[in-house]
């Protein structure tokens, strides 16, 4: 019944220990969602960053217009223009490889934490059902002590039972 008593208690230590890991885990995925949450607000801020580029595109084009009214530095003035077009267009071009970037960062995520998921809801089912097996376990040890109990007193009313007849002998 010690050995029993000793597995059972090992095996509480154990699930207690997967326990803790999945708690672990479960602040991790807390940890991850947290920065998802990050990359979001990041997202937003480049979307106002757009609306001001496209705001600043709009005064570019009407800077345009002023600039075709002084004929005389036309030249001077297209080179400048061209020099803010190029400007403009790598500002977009890594502005749009770096939000590719981040929306194959946030799906690497929101996989990764799916898998997670997954793997928690089975460590927690895996645990659901030890913990039944378990206690099926600690119910047929307790009938079976039970049933031992009852018939080591039916051994010693026996026993009583035979001294009392030998004396009677």
Same mark, same amino acid.
């Given at each position: 019944?010690?050995?029993?008593?000793?597995?059972?208690?090992? %095996?509480? /230590? &154990?699930?207690?220990?997967?326990?803790? !890991?999945?708690?672990? =885990?479960?602040?991790? $995925?807390?940890? *991850? #969602?947290?920065?998802?949450?990050?990359?979001?607000?990041?997202?937003?801020?480049?979307?106002?960053?757009?609306?001001?580029?496209?705001?600043?595109?709009?005064?570019?084009?009407?800077?345009?217009?002023?600039?075709?009214?002084?004929?005389?530095?036309?030249?001077?003035?297209?080179?400048?223009?061209?020099?803010?077009?190029?400007?403009?267009?790598? %500002?977009? /071009? &890594?502005?749009?490889?770096?939000?590719? !970037?981040?929306?194959? =960062?946030?799906?690497? $995520?929101?996989? *990764? #934490?799916?898998?997670?998921?997954?793997?928690?809801?089975?460590i927690m089912?895996?645990?659901?059902?030890?913990?039944?097996?378990?206690?099926?376990?600690?119910?047929?040890?307790?009938?079976?002590?039970?049933?031992?109990?009852?018939?080591?007193?039916?051994?010693q009313v026996?026993?009583?039972?035979?001294?009392?007849?030998?004396?009677?002998?």
């Amino acid at each position: 019944m010690e050995a029993d008593v000793s597995e059972m208690r090992n %095996e509480l /230590q &154990s699930r207690d220990g997967l326990w803790r !890991r999945i708690q672990l =885990e479960c602040q991790q $995925l807390h940890t *991850e #969602l947290l920065k998802i949450k990050e990359y979001k607000d990041m997202q937003e801020i480049q979307k106002k960053h757009q609306s001001s580029r496209v705001q600043l595109t709009e005064q570019l084009e009407n800077k345009n217009t002023g600039l075709l009214l002084f004929a005389e530095n036309q030249k001077h003035q297209e080179e400048e223009l061209n020099k803010i077009r190029n400007h403009v267009y790598r %500002e977009e /071009q &890594s502005h749009c490889s770096e939000q590719e !970037r981040m929306k194959t =960062e946030i799906s690497d $995520l929101t996989e *990764e #934490l799916h898998q997670k998921e997954i793997t928690i809801a089975t460590i927690m089912e895996k645990a659901s059902l030890l913990e039944r097996q378990l206690k099926m376990e600690l119910e047929t040890k307790q009938k079976l002590l039970t049933k031992q109990q009852l018939l080591e007193f039916r051994y010693q009313v026996i026993k009583s039972e035979n001294t009392h007849l030998k004396e009677m002998v």
